[in-house]
């Protein structure tokens, strides 16, 4: 399956991003873009959970986008404490839909720091329309510009994340669900830490059901 995956280097505003990217052979198939989690906490495009989602991506027939942000691997640049690494995926996402200017839906997926990145694009770019955040950190950064959350999508975290409280979790939950007319989803993974390094499998599944429900909608 891998040797469809393409490498490819994507221009960015401070240079080029290394990026995989799949082609789907569908005509107007939806696209995806997933991200990764903090560099500077060893964070890639080519963590378990990142590679993972990617490829349940694929599974479901997308044309999917995983990038390195600046200053990660073969990208150029270096970390700019979330604003530049914002630009990175406007320029990824830009790229993509270039590649794939009759999708049918448009989804942006995060992991851990991934997350909060692709929230903050959800915020600026209207054509997406689906999201999946995993692990968000709502205990480390301000989610609150979620408010009102414009669009559709799934919140997955491990039910024993080390790292984030599960109250954060659920102060999110609430501050989301009360808002008219999307529907942000919660699902924990029952032993998943903030890696779901056992539980990788379960993380999947829901994914992939998750993808499943949505596209049927199209």
């Not at 404490?81 to 989804?107: K, P, T, Y």
């Not at 499998?201 to 994914?207: G, I």
Request: net charge neutral; aromatic share 12%; hydrophobic share 35%.
């Amino acid at each position: 399956m891998d040797n469809k995956v393409l490498e490819i280097f994507i221009p960015g505003p401070a240079g080029r991003l290394e990026a995989k990217y799949f082609k789907s052979k569908k005509n107007t198939s939806p696209i995806a873009l997933v991200l990764q989690p903090h560099p500077q906490y060893g964070g890639t495009m080519n963590n378990k959970v990142v590679v993972e989602t990617f490829k349940t991506f694929m599974d479901n027939d997308f044309s999917v986008c995983r990038v390195n942000f600046r200053g990660v691997g073969k990208s150029d640049g270096e970390f700019d404490n979330g604003q530049g690494e914002l630009a990175d995926a406007a320029a990824a996402l830009d790229w993509l839909e270039r590649e794939n200017f009759d999708n049918s839906q448009c989804w942006v997926s995060g992991f851990s720091f991934g997350s909060l990145i692709a929230m903050q694009l959800l915020m600026r770019r209207p054509e997406i329309n689906r999201f999946i955040a995993i692990s968000p950190q709502p205990n480390v950064y301000d989610f609150s510009f979620l408010s009102p959350c414009p669009t559709s999508g799934l919140m997955i975290y491990g039910k024993k994340d080390e790292l984030v409280p599960l109250e954060y979790i659920t102060d999110l939950n609430k501050r989301l669900s009360s808002q008219k007319g999307i529907k942000v989803e919660f699902q924990s993974v029952p032993d998943g830490n903030h890696f779901f390094s056992k539980n990788e499998e379960q993380l999947v599944k829901y994914l992939d059901k998750y993808i499943k429900k949505e596209t049927a909608l199209y």
